[in-house]
Nanobody, 121 residues
Framework: QVQLEESGGGLAQAGASLRLSCAAS????????MGWFRQAPGEEREFVAT????????SYADSVKGRFTISRDNAKNTVYLQMNSLKPEDTATYYC??????????????WGQGTQVTVSS
């Protein structure tokens, strides 16, 4: 069983940057693809980014492509989401997920509790 804990969320102004971290514990996650999803109030959970087990493949939602970067450090059991040029529409709770590679949230086996990102205009 893997436990995930997100950190790094907070309040930012439009155009600013934030870096989210997702620390895994319980067992090594180096064989698992990982992903980031987000959910705004009243909205469905949506895919943000995914990274393969060794980090060679990544994929992004069109809405964040060119602004967000997903990466991982398997030695530290941590996945990151670097978010640049933030927009108010990026405001959401961001969730880290593991056990799959891709954009379908139902494919992932374990989830963190989420971290709030609020972007003001």
């Amino acid at each position: 069983q893997v436990q995930l804990e997100e950190s790094g969320g907070g309040l930012a102004q439009a155009g600013a940057s934030l870096r989210l971290s997702c620390a895994a514990s319980g067992r090594t996650f180096s064989m698992d693809g990982m992903g980031w999803f987000r959910q705004a109030p009243g909205e469905e959970r949506e895919f943000v980014a995914t990274i393969s087990a060794v980090g060679r493949r990544t994929s992004y939602a069109d809405s964040v492509k060119g602004r967000f970067t997903i990466s991982r450090d398997n030695a530290k059991n941590t996945v990151y989401l670097q978010m640049n040029s933030l927009k108010p529409e990026d405001t959401a709770t961001y969730y880290c997920a593991g056990g799959a590679y891709g954009s379908s949230w139902s494919s992932y086996n374990y989830w963190g509790q989420g971290t709030q990102v609020t972007v003001s205009s």
